[in-house]
């Protein structure tokens, strides 16, 4: 059924615009959308990162493991690698989702410039992040 | 405090946005309220003070103004309540453009209604029955205080993210919003779902929930912006947006 703006249809009802939206408002509500829970999704999982990440550092004070022992219990096992891989994933997505609220709300900087600028932090985020990783899984 | 002779001191914003604070004395009387003081000044001090108000009585929402530095309904303020060490200060709503001494163009807050999809859109025609919608059920609960919104403007003009972002559609929008995504006889749900979902949408909310803490008759805007956030994002990843 066509709906036709600001006219009155057989059955008399009367809408004054198209329910439906335009494609391009749907692509950025899409991406502001995907951009929401990424970001509240990447919180939930950086949050356990920094906990597990806390008590590792406690527990190395605690019983004064020294750089070179903490290095070897990294190469000794992929768990450690992987989870600190995650870690770094999860920064990329997180950090650059809230540095791009922060240009907006404080800057009033939005558009496909910022949005490019980002993608670039979120690359060289994820990349140094993977980068020492892997160095210190050896 | 009754008609005991003693004056309240007044501050009353005079002119447009470039305009400024006038002292007024108005005498005080039993159970005043703010608009009781208000109108005082215009019948008997200077009548050239613009305001506005209806229905005196909390129904219509018009005579919302910053009382001592926050949105209130003055006809539902009474002065004993809201007088910080026996001085008034009556200002126009903040976020809004002002017209002239306490009124403010209401345009831009429905114009973010309309943004919103504040409309609602039938999917019944006049010749079908009744729709019968379950007061029981899930959709119709979630709303059961959010459909009392009466548009006052009041949470608009208390919400920090209107003031910092001024396309953000508002407590109110959403709000209204919200209630015609869960109201079952309506036809543009995943359309009004992408019209929240920009940039000035629901996710701009940063939950410090002035407009739930000031709302005169007690609503959530806050709950319904998070209501929102979650059927958007559900949107989103099942493909719906």
Redesign the interface.
């Known amino acids: 059924m066509s709906i036709v703006e600001g006219s009155a249809r057989a059955d008399g009802i009367v809408r004054t615009s198209d329910p439906r939206p335009d494609a391009k408002w749907a692509r950025h509500a899409r991406f502001a959308a995907w951009r929401f829970v990424l970001q509240r999704g990447s919180a939930a999982v950086l949050g356990l990162c920094v906990v597990v990440h806390l008590a590792g550092i406690v527990y190395a004070v605690r019983h004064g493991l020294t750089s070179e022992a903490i290095v070897a219990r990294m190469h000794a096992s992929a768990i450690w690698p992987s989870f600190y891989a995650v870690f770094v994933v999860v920064v990329a997505v997180h950090a650059p989702l809230g540095l791009r609220a922060i240009c907006d709300e404080w800057l009033g900087w939005r558009g496909r410039g910022i949005d490019a600028v980002l993608a670039l932090f979120a690359c060289v985020l994820l990349a140094g992040g993977l980068y020492a990783v892997a160095s210190l899984a050896g | 405090m009754s008609g005991d002779g003693s004056m309240l001191p007044v501050r009353i914003w005079r002119g447009d946005a470039g305009g400024a604070f006038r002292r007024y004395d108005v005498p005080r009387r039993a159970s005043q309220t703010v608009l009781d003081v208000v109108t005082f000044v215009q019948r008997h001090v200077d009548p050239s003070l613009a305001y506005r108000y209806a229905c005196r009585v909390g129904m219509c929402g018009s005579c919302a103004m910053t009382v001592n530095g926050k949105a209130r309904w003055t006809c539902r303020t009474h002065v004993d309540a809201v007088t910080a060490g026996g001085a008034l200060e009556i200002a126009p709503l903040n976020h809004l453009p002002i017209v002239r001494d306490l009124v403010v163009d209401m345009a831009p807050f429905f114009d973010k209604w309309a943004k919103a999809?504040g409309?609602f859109?039938?999917t019944a025609?006049?010749?079908e029955g009744f729709a019968r919608v379950e007061p029981a059920s899930a959709k119709r609960r979630a709303i059961d205080a959010t459909i009392e919104c009466i548009g006052c403007a009041v949470c608009y003009a208390s919400c920090d993210?209107v003031g910092?972002?001024p396309d953000y559609l508002g407590p109110a929008a959403l709000n209204r919003a919200f209630t015609l995504v869960n109201d079952v006889r309506d036809?543009?749900g995943a359309?009004?779902?992408?019209?929240v979902?920009?940039?000035g949408?629901c996710?701009?909310c940063h939950t410090h929930q002035s407009c739930t803490e000031r709302c005169p008759k007690h609503l959530a805007p806050t709950a319904s912006i998070a209501g929102l956030?979650r059927l958007?994002?559900l949107?989103?990843?099942r493909g719906r947006?």
């Open positions: 999809k409309s859109v039938p025609t006049r010749r993210v910092w972002k036809g543009a359309a009004r779902l992408g019209a979902a920009g940039d949408g996710q701009a956030k958007v994002a949107a989103a990843i947006l």
